[in-house]
């Protein structure tokens, strides 16, 4: 059965709201932002909700009152073209307002967040634009030479101390102390919605590897059985119901008996 395709940019920015948690009351985050009544939209856009307010967070000690984010699957790679598209979308973003620098130019920056250090892209925007690329910390570039504030970030690179689920947004997870630590990580704070919209696009890229360590938080293969399983659920269910042990298929999900059942027919052992 083919994979549904994963929804990367939510978890982007579930992982974005993760990251920044400890300063959230100092920004805003517009997901998708529409620029204009045409279908161009910033992937992220984080304003400062006070200008003067610094950010500490590695990942947005760039940060000025309107900032732009691009981000890049982890199977995409950030082209020369994704640099103009999203230049031009910090122009637009600009130019959008009822009177002239509403948006002060200069509280503009741009991040560019990709898994692949975009050498080609880099390489022209040297070349063509004088733009040079600075190493600042492990995954986090300055990109100078532009009036515009603008920075690289190569989530693979990433310290894991500083920008764990960040890092971890990936689809090439092998080791297994990695995916324990994933998943210890995750148990802290699976009540919160962002850390459950990351940890499941992480689940779904990394499935292989993550069923064959039986590291996956319960819960989490409970959703995706549902989904993909619909057909043998159903089926099993009918069975229970059969042999008197529940009445009704709604309330199956919610039935031990039948969660077990569940992961025997998928080979999946639940954590606890």
């Known amino acids: 059965m083919a994979k549904r395709l994963l929804q990367w940019h939510p978890a982007f920015c579930a992982a974005m709201r993760i990251e920044l948690e400890?300063?959230?009351d100092k920004i805003r985050i517009e997901e998708e932002h529409l620029l204009g009544e045409k279908p161009m939209q910033i992937d992220l856009l984080i304003i400062k909700k006070d200008k003067a307010q610094k950010i500490k967070k590695n990942i947005g000690q760039?940060?000025?009152?309107?900032?732009?984010?691009?981000?890049?699957?982890?199977?995409?790679y950030l082209s020369v073209n994704d640099f103009y598209k999203v230049y031009g979308y910090a122009c637009f973003y600009q130019s959008q307002t009822d009177s002239a620098?509403?948006?002060?130019?200069?509280?503009?920056?741009?991040?560019?967040v990709c898994n692949h250090y975009p050498r080609r892209m880099l390489a022209h925007i040297k070349h063509v634009r004088g733009i040079t690329t600075?190493?600042?910390?492990?995954?986090?570039?300055?990109?100078t030479?532009?009036?515009?504030?603008?920075?690289?970030?190569?989530?693979?690179?990433?310290?894991?101390?500083?920008?764990?689920?960040?890092?971890?947004?990936?689809n090439d997870l092998r080791s297994e102390e990695e995916i324990r630590t994933i998943e210890e990580?995750?148990?802290?704070?699976?009540?919160?919605?962002?850390?459950?919209?990351?940890?499941?696009?992480?689940?779904?890229?990394?499935?292989?590897?993550?069923?064959?360590?039986k590291m996956v938080p319960h819960e989490i293969w409970e959703k995706v059985v549902m989904e993909i399983g619909e057909e043998k659920m159903g089926q099993l269910a009918e069975k229970l119901i059969a042999n008197g042990r529940i009445s009704d298929v709604s309330k199956a999900a919610k039935d031990g008996d039948f969660r077990q059942k569940m992961y025997e027919e998928f080979g999946i052992e639940r954590n606890t």
Not at 101 to 112: C, G, K, R, S, W
């Open 62 to 76: 760039i940060f000025r009152t309107y900032n732009i984010l691009e981000y890049k699957a982890p199977d995409d």
């Open 145 to 170: 030479g532009d009036p515009i504030v603008m920075q690289l970030i190569v989530t693979k690179k990433l310290s894991k101390g500083n920008n764990f689920w960040l890092r971890s947004l990936r």
């Open 185 to 213: 990580k995750y148990g802290k704070n699976r009540d919160k919605t962002p850390y459950q919209a990351v940890m499941d696009v992480i689940m779904r890229a990394n499935d292989e590897k993550m069923e064959e360590k």
């Open 101 to 112: 620098e509403a948006v002060d130019p200069a509280e503009l920056t741009i991040t560019f």
């Open 22 to 24: 400890e300063e959230a």
């Open 134 to 143: 600075r190493l600042r910390e492990p995954g986090i570039y300055d990109l």
